[in-house]
């Protein structure tokens, strides 16, 4: 009778043959292979489409056990399904990542390569998110050889605020393979650096350098969840989406969102990533203001309690409110200092952990979850995420 891993790398082997001509063709993604001449191996990743784990499957010469959040399991049918096919490490988003290391480290040590998205978020605005400096910590720890492999082209193929997928080109390149004792002469702080280095990509600047078209439709839809002040009149969460156009119910302004990923207002071209910059600036002016009372913005919501079971336990309705010294849904007023840790997860998810219970604030579709968690930063330590 075969093992679970012999299982898994049978049908693993089996998927990447039956994927890989349609993925290529539809995607127009091109990729290194990560040899399997250095497994054991430990990869890191950066991160900005659903499908990065189809891409980087196909990439993968044999197998390898992916990182993946514990929200994949809100639904029985699809947890039944990720156990049975990937059996993926999970990691809970807003907490420490204590329990998902050493699940790493024992597959590691098992003789199993893992692979996982090292920023552990995709980007909303172009831009390689943020890397934990722990990540060099688990990488030396480990004890394998660390592959960086940069996905190039994801962001505009599937912005994180968007709820559809655009035809263009993504580009998988393998840009070092690290051995321990590479990683062993480095101080923590450069090997931190290279990391950071071999993972970041700017979408824009890729495109000054490509010009790739990436086609769909409704190309600006739900643009709202990621651009929350309206960058001409300087208003919070005035900007509405439609089919390829953005446009701010205050002032009046419109933009026309390109197959290039621009953002057009007459004979301008904007980024999301220039935009996404002064709205928290703007952000961070308004929180000037010394009344702590002074509402931000407010939304519609409505709180999860996760249970044990990784199903939600409660569901309650109720308004959400940003002010400049926290927050507050309903009557429960939550200060940054209470909340032990915050992430967010699609589009417009929050996911929060408050005295050790696991909650998720969602909204509607346009609801932009984006302007909360930087306004949480900033309030914790002036940082975004």
């Not at 950071?196 to 969840?225: I, K, S, W």
């Not at 989406?241 to 071209?269: H, I, M, P, Q, T």
């Not at 400049?324 to 429960?332: A, K, P, Q, R, V």
Request: charge should be neutral.
């Amino acid at each position: 009778m075969e093992d679970d891993y012999s299982r898994l790398f049978r049908l693993f082997m089996r998927l990447k043959k039956l994927l890989r001509s349609p993925v290529s063709s539809w995607f127009g993604y091109t990729y290194d292979i990560i040899s399997a001449e250095d497994e054991p191996y430990l990869i890191l990743a950066n991160h900005n489409t659903d499908l990065d784990p189809v891409f980087l499957g196909l990439a993968v010469e044999r197998h390898c056990y992916f990182v993946a959040t514990e929200n994949i399991l809100r639904k029985e049918s699809v947890a039944r399904f990720m156990k049975r096919v990937f059996d993926p490490i999970i990691h809970y988003k807003g907490k420490t990542g204590t329990v998902s290391v050493k699940n790493i480290l024992k597959t590691l040590r098992s003789g199993r390569s893992v692979a996982m998205f090292a920023e552990g978020n995709r980007s909303f605005n172009g831009l390689t998110c943020p890397i934990a400096p722990a990540t060099i910590k688990l990488a030396r720890k480990c004890g394998t050889n660390v592959v960086t492999y940069r996905f190039e082209g994801g962001y505009l193929t599937q912005p994180r605020w968007s709820s559809s997928f655009r035809r263009g080109k993504i580009t998988g390149k393998l840009i070092h393979v690290y051995t321990p004792a590479e990683l062993k002469a480095m101080s923590d702080s450069e090997a931190y650096e290279k990391l950071c280095a071999d993972l970041f990509e700017d979408c824009y600047a890729t495109q000054e350098r490509d010009h790739v078209r990436y086609r769909g439709r409704a190309l600006a839809e739900h643009l709202e969840t990621a651009l929350f002040m309206c960058p001409e009149c300087g208003s919070f969460s005035s900007l509405h989406s439609k089919g390829n156009a953005l446009s701010c119910s205050e002032c009046g302004a419109v933009w026309v969102f390109d197959e290039e990923g621009y953002l057009n207002r007459g004979d301008e071209k904007h980024t999301v990533t220039e935009y996404d910059a002064r709205q928290l600036e703007g952000l961070k002016k308004a929180m000037d203001d010394p009344d702590p009372a002074k509402v931000l913005f407010t939304d519609e919501t409505e709180l999860w309690e996760i249970g044990e079971d990784h199903r939600a336990a409660s569901k309650t309705k109720g308004k959400l409110t940003a002010f400049t010294g926290g927050f507050m849904f309903n009557d429960i007023f939550m200060t940054p200092s209470g909340i032990e840790g915050a992430a967010l997860f699609s589009s417009n998810t929050i996911d929060l952990t408050i005295s050790g219970r696991q909650y998720e604030i969602h909204g509607r579709k346009d609801f932009c979850a984006l302007k909360y968690k930087y306004l949480y930063d900033l309030l914790t330590n002036g940082q975004k995420e």
